[in-house]
């Protein structure tokens, strides 16, 4: 059981990303219904059995651990998770432990969260108008989000800022989010929105906005150079000669990044999606739980799990339909 996971394309498998928490204090019009129902709090793994879980992955080769949500910070009890992984970093098996959030509790938690050994966070942010935030999150408060980031940095903690392009809404604070970042020293990664989860009113078509164009806009403005730069994610990077930024795309439909996939996505009830854009998935919260005190069964059923990694994804927008929708929000597979 030592051997590394590699799946049937012989990509290896490093990086998990985990679900602690569908529930989040925002409700994102591409990651959520406005009125969700959660799961039972008894349905979610415990803290100890995400420890059990992430340490077994760590033992057959996974370096980065992103913990996601939902909103990760809203857990109760989720620094003492962390705490407890930092042993993997102090061993040097994991290489990273690190987070996606949407930043409202930072304010709260960055402290805690850099003397458990994280060093980097994502956060997600896709505009800096105040009315805009309040639609695009519905019920989200964009200045406790802002003083997140700023006390995030004051520990030491590196940013970057996610920001899903969404045509029409932030297309026109491409500078003023750039100088944003700019100014405090934050790389800056757009994201294609994806067809997950019940759009309901949101025409995913109509909020399509190529990383293409967002590039060409780019490129209208400033000089930009091609980075060879991979972090370990899907994001494809450049730099702007004029200001020194460093600036992400992740592209699933405007430029498929699946050859290069080194992650499978973990959900807070313990299934394994092997890809993002699949509906397959495989429960682990089973031969977790068959026996506290050996991880035969699990190891086993990991291994069988990653064996049925697809090639890639099906999200196409090209034929002016949504095709490879996924009926999970994206809340439930956890970024």
């Not at 980097?120 to 019920?139: A, G």
């Not at 590196?158 to 989010?177: C, H, M, T």
């Amino acid at each position: 059981m030592t051997a590394p996971l590699i799946d049937p394309f012989a990509r290896a498998i490093t990086y998990l990303r985990v679900s602690v928490t569908d529930r989040c204090d925002f409700r994102c019009v591409y990651c959520m219904a406005e009125n969700m129902t959660f799961l039972p709090k008894k349905d979610l793994l415990s803290l100890e059995e995400l420890d059990r879980m992430c340490t077994t992955f760590i033992g057959m080769g996974v370096e980065k651990l992103r913990i996601t949500g939902g909103e990760p910070l809203v857990r109760r009890g989720i620094i003492s998770f962390f705490q407890k992984m930092s042993r993997h970093l102090e061993s040097g098996a994991l290489k990273e432990l690190t987070l996606t959030t949407n930043g409202s509790q930072l304010g709260k938690y960055a402290q805690d969260l850099f003397d458990a050994g994280v060093r980097r966070v994502n956060v997600s942010l896709d505009t800096l108008d105040e009315e805009k935030f309040k639609q695009v999150t519905r019920w989200g408060r964009l200045q406790q989000v802002l003083e997140g980031i700023d006390t995030a940095l004051s520990v030491g903690l590196k940013v970057k800022i996610n920001a899903v392009a969404l045509k029409g809404f932030n297309e026109p604070e491409l500078a003023a989010i750039t100088k944003w970042c700019g100014e405090r020293g934050m790389d800056l990664t757009w994201i294609e929105v994806m067809p997950m989860g019940d759009m309901g009113d949101y025409d995913r078509i109509g909020q399509y906005w190529s990383l293409k164009e967002v590039r060409a806009a780019y490129e209208d403005h400033y000089t930009v150079t091609d980075l060879a730069e991979r972090t370990g994610g899907p994001a494809r990077y450049v730099r702007l000669e004029d200001t020194g930024q460093k600036i992400g795309f992740i592209t699933p439909l405007s430029h498929n990044f699946c050859e290069s996939c080194n992650r499978v996505r973990l959900t807070c009830t313990g299934q394994l999606y092997m890809c993002l854009g699949q509906e397959d998935m495989a429960d682990l919260r089973a031969p977790l739980r068959a026996d506290e005190t050996d991880t035969t069964q699990l190891e086993e059923a990991i291994r069988a799990a990653i064996n049925l990694k697809p090639k890639g994804h099906d999200f196409d927008y090209s034929r002016q339909k949504v095709d490879g929708q996924m009926s999970r929000h994206m809340s439930h597979t956890g970024g």
